[in-house]
């Protein structure tokens, strides 16, 4: 019976357990990334009905997927993330569905290369989970259950009309919604000629009953192409252009495009993980990683064994494989090289390498058949290639766990540092210490934390990246330039008039900055796209009084660390309550915290001098400027706003003269 089960009827169980090993572990530790952030929002306060306009000018087909999924789960990350694990599960069981069709006497090889398509390493951004979900994998599914439906179909000669007319209708599913999978269809063509070939000889012969079986799915094709082509240059397509259209390519272009295509999803995919840990290899989440790899790989190759006996060792599909492998590649690469979008790995770009997947597990499963004749051995390198894909699925999910982490760190110190804010206020920043995000991505949660009543109106907040935004959106960083930040259907309508300005250092806490603390030369050190922007900041936009405690969804408030009294200090800096600037001090240091940023310490400097301890004041200010002299300016601007507060000194006057002159302050 586990034989059995092991070997046949255990497929989905041990496809199950790999989608588990592979995506599954840290699946409670990620998150909402990119546009999951403003879909979700939509879906939260304009309602699932709202797509429908929301890509009327984009992708018009992709509404009623949005609408019937976000009508079914609620907006919260751990269900997509649940739902996302099952798609996946579902989408190796539908390659494992084509596969062992079109090559039902090479169950091996069939297996492995629907384990590699399961695991496919190209692509990170599956826990982009409710982006993806909707924009991509739903149609996805449709269409790899077509290629199956039409495998089965020629298996099925009895029941041939009623899979073909259920592989057309899923065909249309899967192709009309985007325009991701529309240069896939020749694979079909091809996989229908490997079954037609194993009665039909003769080429001539095999190439009518091949053309005569796909003819329907041509013409469903050709429609597509006809609409598409309408949408893109008719209709005014909203998102993107067809680039090969005003701008013909040479031949040095393309021949470069398609060895770069061969290369990422043929081979170094398979080896990327490896060299992506080289720097931190002894790293505790690279020795997990191994770990995995090394545990995923015995298991795998005592499983695929089972598997080494059901071939036919007197034809191979090496040559099938391989050819519609290096295919499958170039067609898929199709779609976003016409709009010549690239593509890198390791970012939102290897999206791209969903239309790839089909022929990049073909290509290396045909490579390994072609090269490899001992049977052990390629059962090995099956088991190893199929780890190293768990292993970078994990490499990845760890990736996006950081993020979320650095997301929700964000989101707390913000409703720390501003617990009310006045609507229509515009955020600006440089940037912030987070990858897989974007300023319109974060204008969505700040709207859900400070406007948790939201109904359709103007959006009360936005957030703007000026490094990014400066001569587009954002015309000049001078007073009153008008802001807008869309939100698909809703639209955040603002000025650089009300605007607050906020940094957040890659290893510091986040803060409010303005020229009433002159910050200006505090942190003229720092990019000009941040120091230009501080002149707009208007803190008093924020409500220091306020008892409110913004509600951040799904996002449980950590444990109180240095950032939380930092943050509370600026705070009670701005209400210009020392007292308090001081014991949130005190406290941190009972704790044992310490600044991760040196210019963090200035707001505690500066609330011990206002409070008339000078020589404490005195020693923190030395302590800070040998840890990093880049604050001495902003030291020197700290204590002429001491020297100006002269009724807070006594009888210091004179120390905090000598203070500055030992820092060399300007008068």
């Known amino acids: 019976m586990i034989s059995s089960l092991l070997k046949g009827r255990g497929v989905p169980f041990i496809f199950f357990i790999t989608t588990i090993l592979a995506y599954g572990l840290l699946l409670t530790q990620t998150g909402f990334y990119w546009d999951d952030w403003p879909f979700v929002w939509i879906a939260k306060f304009l309602g699932p009905a709202d797509f429908f306009p929301a890509f009327a000018n984009i992708r018009p087909f992709l509404a009623p997927i949005f609408f019937i999924t976000t009508s079914l789960l609620p907006p919260e990350p751990i269900y997509w993330q649940i739902f996302m694990l099952v798609i996946r599960f579902v989408s190796g069981l539908l390659a494992w569905f084509i596969f062992s069709r079109v090559w039902p006497k090479h169950r091996q090889a069939a297996l492995a290369a629907s384990f590699l398509f399961l695991v496919f390493p190209g692509y990170s951004q599956h826990w982009v989970a409710f982006t993806h979900i909707n924009q991509e994998w739903v149609a996805f599914l449709f269409y790899l259950f077509s290629l199956g439906l039409t495998a089965r179909a020629l298996r099925n000669p009895q029941r041939f009309k009623t899979n073909t007319v259920l592989a057309l209708l899923f065909l249309v599913l899967g192709v009309f919604p985007t325009e991701y999978f529309v240069s896939l269809e020749p694979l079909r063509f091809l996989f229908i000629w490997v079954v037609v070939s194993e009665e039909t000889k003769q080429i001539s012969q095999r190439f009518q009953k091949t053309l005569k079986i796909w003819l329907p799915y041509m013409v469903i094709w050709l429609i597509n192409i006809a609409w598409l082509a309408y949408f893109f240059f008719v209709a005014s397509f909203g998102s993107y252009d067809v680039e090969v259209v005003s701008k013909p390519l040479s031949f040095i272009e393309i021949a470069r495009a398609v060895g770069e295509a061969i290369w990422k999803a043929g081979f170094y995919v398979w080896a990327q993980v490896l060299i992506l840990v080289s720097e931190a290899i002894t790293a505790p989440s690279s020795i997990l990683m191994f770990l995995l790899i090394g545990a995923s790989a015995v298991f795998l190759y005592f499983y695929l064994k089972r598997f080494e006996g059901s071939n036919d060792h007197r034809v ?352």
């Open 316 to 667: 191979t599909p090496a040559v099938s494989m391989l050819a519609i492998g290096l295919a499958g590649i170039l067609l898929g690469r199709l779609p976003s090289f016409a709009a010549d979008l690239p593509l890198t790995l390791q970012s939102s770009n290897d999206r791209f390498m969903i239309s790839m997947m089909i022929g990049g597990s073909l290509f290396i499963t045909g490579l390994v058949e072609l090269i490899v004749r001992n049977q052990s051995l390629k059962t090995f390198l099956f088991a190893v290639l199929i780890a190293i894909g768990i292993g970078q699925q994990f490499y990845n999910a760890n990736i996006f766990r950081r993020d979320w982490l650095k997301q929700q760190d964000f989101y707390w110190q913000l409703a720390w540092r501003i617990p009310e804010m006045k609507p229509g206020t515009l955020l600006i920043t440089d940037q912030l210490p987070v990858d897989y995000e974007t300023d319109l991505s974060f204008s969505a949660p700040i709207n859900w934390i400070y406007a948790p009543e939201y109904t359709r109106s103007t959006v009360p907040y936005g957030l703007i990246y000026t490094e990014k935004r400066l001569g587009g959106s954002l015309r000049s960083l001078q007073p009153g330039e008008d802001v807008k930040v869309y939100l698909r259907t809703a639209h955040f309508d603002g000025s650089t008039a009300q605007a607050i300005v906020i940094h957040m250092p890659k290893n510091g806490c986040l803060r409010v900055l303005g020229s009433e603390w002159d910050d200006e030369v505090t942190y003229g050190g720092q990019s000009v796209f941040l120091t230009e922007a501080i002149p707009l900041s208007d803190p008093d936009l924020i409500n220091v009084d306020s008892e409110n405690i913004p509600a951040l969804p799904f996002l449980s408030e950590p444990e109180h660390g240095w950032c939380y009294y930092y943050t509370k200090a600026e705070l009670a800096r701005q209400r210009q309550d020392w007292e308090q600037v001081n014991d949130l001090f005190a406290e941190a240091a009972s704790l044992g915290y310490q600044a991760g940023d040196p210019f963090e310490w200035l707001v505690f400097i500066e609330g011990q001098a206002m409070s008339g301890d000078i020589q404490a004041a005195t020693e923190l200010s030395r302590q800070t400027f040998r840890s990093e002299q880049r604050t001495r300016k902003g030291l020197c601007q700290l204590w002429k706003r001491v020297q100006e507060a002269d009724p807070a000194l006594g009888g210091d006057k004179t120390r905090v003269d000598e203070i500055m002159e030992d820092f060399q302050c300007a008068p």
